[in-house]
């Protein structure tokens, strides 16, 4: 099988394929499940030819679509290590020193955040990282409160975030128990960050109304625009009103590597918690993402004990203590495979590469004639729409979607759709190092060239019968 990928990697010559989507759905529904068994080779001859032949490749130069990156070849052998093994690091005595070597990769990150007794655990992703820290927020403003007094304070809670952070704050709010209007949104300033003043304003406004503020949830990397919020202020405000911090830099995590550009994460080490995703920046394969702690003692606000899990007479380091999930892959080897088999500082130089190729890409943009740059970025996102010179603003608007649809349909060029102050837009996220700038202008091109053929079509006025009748002699 390994062959079978390096085989497929190795001659995409697209990002995907332009099979139509009801015929990949023809081909799965066709399967028996419970058919005989096809036997060990023909199973991969089948995978080969069902997945394979038709996946995505995110390390093509093509794919500039979603915070998806490719994979460090170290993380990928380590994969197959802890797939084949089937480590849980859930307790000590099913991952003996698999446990420890998460712990060094825990230690590792915090401090590069800036927490020297920082604690954390890996996690599924940015969205169980916020999750949890959401939880332990709430945990902590619930701290001996109990009965009906429990069940009112936190019907009180709220959530203080900004109008561009993740979905997934919403919804822990929701999986949480909290009250519908528990997410206060916070405007932001016109290049999207959180605006401070108008924070301290929603905060007032909440304490005003009786609420509760039980966190302020900031994004060090927003997933529209790549921008990451002011830290500095937003730790003042949290210190002086004693209101969890939280940071999301599931997608900016990577500037703790930045030969050049860490300084804008200054004041994440001020967080209470930290999402980090490293199948981001860091370039593991799915899922490698991780909760971190300013102080090991959060974890204990929700501790579960459970005797078969944590036995009381052991002080052996079970991490089910510190994490939502109780069986939970060996992750943490991916990254360690990298960081000894590439190097941190090869890492940063690579996140240090994709912005500045963003940067360039902007450039390209606002230069050209028929292109309009949306917004600027502190990562690597290129936010942009088709809009020449008198195109009117719905006319631009409508054609957002069939362009993107349009290459994802041939699959030779795969771009994402966003929605910037209530206006579509088309959204590159580059994340591949090896992308070059010449080819991403070309591309760019071709999106302008195919938005013209597009516009010129939904434009063109409607024969008359005597044209018509003049364009058939």
């Given amino acids: 099988m390994a062959g079978r990928v390096a085989g497929r990697l190795g001659a995409a010559s697209a990002p995907a394929t332009s099979t139509p989507i009801d015929e990949l759905r023809r081909r799965v529904e066709d399967i028996d499940m419970d058919a005989e068994p096809l036997g060990g080779q023909r199973v991969l001859e089948e995978i080969d030819r069902l997945f394979l032949q038709e996946a995505v490749w995110f390390h093509h130069p093509d794919y500039l679509a979603h915070l998806n990156c490719p994979v460090d070849v170290n993380a990928v052998a380590a994969e197959t290590a802890l797939a084949a093994v089937n480590t849980s690091v859930d307790t000590y005595d099913q991952s003996r020193i698999a446990t420890l070597i998460e712990r060094k990769l825990i230690d590792w990150t915090t401090g590069k955040i800036g927490f020297p007794q920082g604690d954390g655990v890996f996690t599924s992703g940015g969205t169980q990282s916020n999750m949890q820290a959401l939880f332990l927020a709430r945990e902590a403003a619930l701290h001996g409160f109990s009965g009906r007094q429990r069940s009112e304070r936190q019907s009180r809670l709220v959530i203080l975030t900004s109008e561009e952070s993740h979905f997934s704050v919403d919804k822990s709010a929701l999986l949480l128990g909290l009250a519908d209007d528990a997410v206060v949104t916070v405007r932001s300033d016109v290049e999207g960050r959180l605006d401070p003043a108008a924070l301290e304003e929603s905060l007032k406004g909440a304490l005003n109304a009786g609420k509760v503020p039980m966190a302020i949830s900031a994004t060090a990397g927003t997933t529209d625009r790549g921008m990451i919020d002011p830290l500095p202020d937003i730790a003042r405000i949290a210190e002086r009103y004693d209101i969890w911090f939280h940071a999301d830099a599931a997608y900016g995590g990577a500037l703790l590597l930045s030969p050049t550009r860490r300084d804008l994460l200054s004041g994440i080490e001020r967080a209470r918690s930290v999402t980090v995703d490293f199948h981001k920046g860091f370039f593991q394969p799915v899922s490698s993402s991780a909760l971190l702690l300013r102080d090991p003692r ?53 996140v240090d590469r994709v912005v500045d190729l963003a940067h360039e890409v902007h450039e390209v943009v606002e230069k050209h004639p028929d292109l309009r740059l949306v917004s600027g970025s502190d990562l690597s996102t290129v936010v942009f729409r088709w809009q020449p010179e008198g195109v009117t603003d719905v006319d631009a608007d409508a054609l957002v979607a069939p362009i993107r649809r349009h290459f994802q349909e041939a699959g030779s060029l795969l771009v994402a759709k966003t929605v910037i102050a209530n206006r579509p837009c088309l959204k590159l996220t580059l994340l591949n190092p090896g992308a070059e700038l010449d080819r991403i202008a070309e591309r760019l091109e071709e999106i302008a060239a195919t938005a013209a053929r597009m516009h010129e079509h939904t434009t063109r006025p409607t024969p008359t019968y005597e044209e018509s009748l003049n364009e058939t002699k």
Wanted: cysteine-free.
């Fill in 298 to 350: 959060d974890f204990r606000l929700g501790t579960w004990h459970a005797d078969y899990l944590n036995p009381e007479e052991s002080d052996e380091p079970n991490q089910v203590d510190k994490s939502l999930q109780t069986t939970r892959r060996f992750d943490a080897l991916k990254l360690f495979a990298t960081l000894r088999g590439t190097g941190a500082d090869a890492l940063g130089r690579a």
